[in-house]
């Protein structure tokens, strides 16, 4: 069936320095891939999405790549900053509006 | 426009208990969902609806049932609580059309089954 795998579970990273998350997708139908932050007690909030139409997408210090041969999406954050620690899930679709997420990854940025 | 508005946030059921919780939104959204989220689960989908009158089941329905009699509201119904439900629930919403659109979520409902 449908599986997101999202790698690593947990990444920490000092203050300044880049994270990023790699998520792999079985579907090859997918064609929409959205990210989510979810801050401790808070609810899941969209941060950056891409189409399989493209490549790459930048949202000032977040960038989202896709591989559509690999059928793998990264989340880059660049500059790390104490309040981008958060749970951050992927997602890959399944029909125009149903999504597989991923299992999650908590960033702790060290101050 | 108050987005997607879940009751109650806190909610503590003994064994056997029934309740619903409820979800609205008022962004005309055709899709609207929930799931639950267990530590190192993820989010995983218990069930779907793509409109009025319509609905599905996702990954993890038993237990669980809902209802779509408007746009605006999509209830879900715990039948009979076990502590396995523990958990915190999200009603997610987005549109339903020929292109892809990220969900809104709810603020979440942290149910304890004890």
């Known amino acids: 069936g449908e599986n997101v795998e999202q790698h690593p579970s947990t990444l920490s990273v000092q203050e300044g320095d880049s994270a990023v998350i790699k998520c792999t997708y079985s579907d090859s139908a997918s064609n929409y891939f959205p990210w989510y932050k979810q801050e401790l007690g808070k609810r899941p909030q969209l941060i950056i999405d891409i189409r399989s139409n493209v490549g790459e997408k930048k949202d000032q210090r977040i960038a989202v790549t896709l591989n559509k041969t690999a059928k793998h999406f990264s989340l880059h954050i660049t500059e790390t900053q104490p309040e981008d620690s958060a749970v951050y899930f992927c997602a890959a679709s399944i029909r125009t509006y149903k999504y597989i997420f991923g299992t999650g990854t908590r960033l702790k940025v060290l101050a | 426009n108050a987005g997607v508005t879940q009751t109650p946030k806190f909610q503590v059921l003994k064994t056997g208990q029934s309740m619903t919780l409820q979800c609205a939104q008022d962004?005309?959204?055709?899709?609207m969902s929930w799931y639950r989220q267990d530590p190192g689960m993820g989010l995983r989908l218990i069930h779907y609806s793509v409109g009025a009158g319509i609905t599905d089941q996702g990954e993890v329905p038993n237990g669980y049932n809902v209802s779509r009699s408007t746009t605006e509201d999509f209830p879900l119904r715990l039948l009979s609580a076990a502590p396995s439900q523990t958990s915190v629930y999200f009603c997610a919403s987005s549109y339903a059309r020929d292109a892809h659109y990220g969900y809104t979520f709810g603020s979440g409902t942290r149910l304890t089954v004890v």
């Open positions: 962004m005309n959204h055709e899709y």
